[in-house]
């Protein structure tokens, strides 16, 4: 089993940064892909970014490319997302997921998921 708890969340103006947080338990996160997926209000849940098990590639959504940035601390078993540039388009609660020995970019087929931490990016 793992464990996956988000922070970093809170309130930003737009053009601001934050850095979210997945901190894992239960096992190394060093053997799986890892996923930021986000939802807002009325709309369906999607992906953000990603990490892939080996940690070799990443990938983002068009809408964050080139203002966020997945990344993997092994020694803390945790996963981070930079965000940049933000705009009150942001807004949303993150979450983050884990799927063993690959990346999926479909929330429904990681393994284990977070309980989210909320975004709000104010105009």
């Known amino acids: 089993q793992v464990q996956l708890v988000e922070y970093g969340g809170g309130l930003v103006q737009a053009g601001g940064s934050l850095r979210l947080s997945c901190a894992a338990s239960g096992r190394t996160l060093s053997n799986y892909g890892m996923g930021w997926f986000r939802q807002a209000p009325g709309k369906e849940r999607e992906f953000v970014a990603g990490?892939?098990?080996?940690?070799?590639?990443?990938y983002y959504a068009d809408s964050v490319k080139g203002r966020y940035t997945i990344s993997r601390d092994n020694a803390k078993n945790t996963v981070y997302l930079q965000m940049n540039s933000l705009n009150p388009e942001d807004t949303a609660v993150y979450y983050c997921a884990a799927a063993r020995s690959r990346f999926t970019s479909s929330w429904q087929q990681n393994d284990y998921w977070g309980q989210g931490t909320q975004v709000t990016v104010s105009s």
């Open positions: 990490l892939s098990w080996s940690g070799g590639s990443t």
